[in-house]
């Protein structure tokens, strides 16, 4: 998830740049850069936001009406000045920039290395500068085309070259690209955004188009370069709403986001009929000496957690715990070196996280982060890192994080079954099926996001929320009840379905909701029984059950039904109907979902 812009016609194209660039820091905000092509071919780039690269650009002339900018949020190599875009061919004759994870890009820079060729960065985008640089016969948009042949990922990708200063070519798959039409100029940028204070033409390009830019005309191709027409669409929004993709907010935009979540967290670990990670170094030896496991978190990372806990105990068969991390280090928890603490954090600067990290790493424990932030402090800290690969979540309320950390917890763990011979492939393969299919499922929830609004409308008298469920669904309901407190500031508990008579059951009453998950196929008549127990007490119920369940018609007041889906995926999508009724609840109460009262994104104090 990085920001891309770029710009050919008659006018200075850094102002340009650097203004779109600024519209686009949401995005991507740890490293910046540009690339102008005026007397010569100049890059200048810094770790840092758009304002370090102001400062750097101060001390340089970069005049020129043709140029690309780039504001990064990495996934290949750290956060620093070196693998910062745009990034040069190894003759500094071909400058790319690019958005998105090329998954074989190992396999292609030995190659090239092999032919001799020396690399400067760790990134995955200096390869697609070096293979155009090996195609470059005159023709960049010839030399861009074999290219985008060999690259197996997601990209949008926009390339100049000092030999033909008339034009620049860019080409998208799975990463978002538009470009804009204006009078003797045009642009191109991942996001609408960054271009609509020049045009309102906007052209939406679709997989595998391939666009050759030039100051009076776009020409749109397929993979074979035969030439194609796309539409032009006049787009009206505000800036600020074009931000958020059209949504009224971050968070919507988020949940929105959730399907290409799926799709790239488990780019390069799910392929064929196998899962695997590439970039973890375990050995089977290891694996075997694991005697007990911690998933260490705070919030909702914590609550991806329990559902770790649930999974490593069922295929893993090694004693787990969740344990929420500013308690973990001030009790005294038998740790050692046959211990493995997986710590859980979006940001990766959470405080308490990172000081029960330090704590078990003292005790001997082998740890593995699973982060969002790439360099950041966890994932430095840590002995094996793992990133979730969910982009900049801006909504102080995490949504598609929860949704990628599941997930990749989901595929370590079959991953070391697997390992562990505790999982035969023909279980493997199912798992892998399930999984090509989830994108579609997870994007069938969020188009019936009004069925959600339409329900929270009927709920403005509720005051008091209890989530159940059992097994899995516990771990839902969990995570259900921490967003709705936190962004509509209902009261919300999440309690094990079987708990509700303990107990809590004397707080329901007619102005209470219960929201039953019931999509954990072997409980789901248990938590029907619950469910009856509240119906009694005369509480409204709202049950998200598993499509052909419908004997829960006859039980709760409304029924949002989710894809069928093998029981240990299901939470990955199951979540969302979850995040939509805490966001329309915030909705329907005016307030300020983005930036909920008292909270932080990042928490970083005790
Ligand atoms: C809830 C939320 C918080 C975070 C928690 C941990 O929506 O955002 O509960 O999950 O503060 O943050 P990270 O994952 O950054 O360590």
Same mark, same amino acid.
């Given at each position: 998830?990085c920001g891309i812009v ?15 660039l600024?519209?686009l820091?949401?995005r991507g ?31 340089? #002339? ?6 690309? $900018?780039h504001t ?80 197996? $990922? ?23 690209? +538009? ?11 991942s996001d609408?955004?960054a ?10 390009? !679709? ?49 929105? !986001? ?37 998933? +260490? ?96 979540? @801006? ?17 370590? @763990? ?13 279980? #493997? ?49 969990? #995570? ?17 379905? $079987?708990?509700?008579?303990? $107990? ?103």
């Open positions: 998830m770029g710009y050919i016609g008659n006018k200075d194209a850094l102002p340009i740049l650097i203004d779109g600024k519209r820091e949401y905000y740890d490293s910046a850069g540009v690339a102008i092509i005026g007397d010569d071919l100049k890059v200048v780039k810094t770790q840092g936001r758009i304002s370090d690269l102001e400062n750097k650009l101060k001390n340089e #002339e970069l005049k020129g009406s043709i140029g690309l $900018g990064r949020w990495a996934t290949h190599g750290v956060p620093n000045d070196v693998n910062a875009h745009p990034h040069l061919s190894e003759s500094k004759s071909i400058v790319v920039i690019h958005n998105g994870i090329i998954e074989n890009y190992l396999e292609l820079k030995k190659m090239l290395v092999k032919e001799g060729r020396t690399f400067r960065t760790d990134t995955d985008t200096e390869v697609i500068a070096y293979l155009i640089e090996e195609f470059y016969e005159g023709d960049l948009l010839k030399a861009v085309k074999k290219t985008v042949e060999l690259l197996e $990922g997601s990209y949008a990708i926009a390339v100049m070259s000092k030999n033909e200063r008339d034009r620049f070519v860019a080409v998208r798959k799975d990463s978002p690209l +538009v470009a804009g039409l204006g009078q003797g100029e045009n642009f191109i940028a609408i955004p271009i609509l204070p020049y045009t309102k033409n906007i052209i939406i390009l !679709e997989n595998g188009d391939i666009i050759d830019v030039r100051r009076e005309s776009i020409n749109v191709y397929d993979k074979n370069l035969n030439l194609i027409t796309r539409n032009i669409k006049r787009i009206d929004w505000r800036i600020e709403d074009a931000q958020k993709g059209g949504f009224k907010h971050f968070m919507l935009k988020e949940i929105f !986001e959730e399907p290409d979540v799926i799709r790239e967290a488990m780019r390069g670990r799910v392929r064929d009929a196998v899962v695997e990670f590439p970039e973890l170094n375990i050995s089977l030896e290891y694996l075997k000496s694991i005697n007990q496991v911690y998933f +260490v978190a705070c919030g909702t990372a914590y609550h991806a957690g329990v559902f770790g806990k649930y999974l490593t105990e069922k295929y893993l068969r090694i004693p787990a715990q969740a344990e929420v991390a500013s308690e973990f280090r001030y009790r005294d928890p038998v740790i050692d070196e046959h211990t493995l603490l997986f710590v859980i954090s979006q940001s990766g600067e959470t405080t308490d996280t990172l000081a029960a990290l330090r704590f078990g790493k003292e005790k001997g424990a082998r740890t593995i982060g699973i982060a969002n932030v790439v360099g950041s402090s966890v994932t430095r800290e840590v002995d094996q890192v793992v990133y979730i690969h969910a982009g900049p979540e @801006i909504a102080v309320a995490s949504t598609k994080a929860y949704v990628a950390q599941v997930e990749v917890i989901l595929l370590l @763990i079959v991953y070391f079954a697997k390992l562990l011979g505790k999982l035969t492939k023909e279980e #493997e393969s199912n798992i892998v099926n399930d999984f090509q299919k989830l994108e579609e499922k997870a994007r069938s929830i969020v188009l019936r996001s009004n069925e959600i609004a339409d329900f929270v409308s009927t709920t403005k008298s509720i005051e008091e929320t209890f989530y159940i469920g059992r097994n899995l669904d516990f771990a839902l309901s969990l #995570e259900g009840a921490l967003k709705l407190k936190e962004i509509s500031y209902v009261h919300a508990e999440g309690y094990p379905a $079987g708990e509700l008579k303990h $107990g809590p059951l004397a707080l329901v009453t007619p102005n209470s909701l219960v929201i039953a998950v019931i999509t954990y196929g072997p409980l789901k008549e248990k938590t029907l029984s619950n469910i009856k127990e509240v119906k009694a007490r005369g509480g409204k119920v709202l049950a998200i059950a598993q499509e052909g369940y419908n004997t829960i018609e006859e039980v709760a007041d409304r029924v949002f039904y989710v894809p069928k889906v093998a029981n240990d995926i299901g939470p990955i999508i199951n979540v969302i109907p979850l995040q939509l009724i805490a966001y329309y609840m915030a909705e329907a109460r005016g307030l300020d979902i983005d930036k909920p009262r008292n909270l932080a994104k990042s928490v970083t104090v005790e």
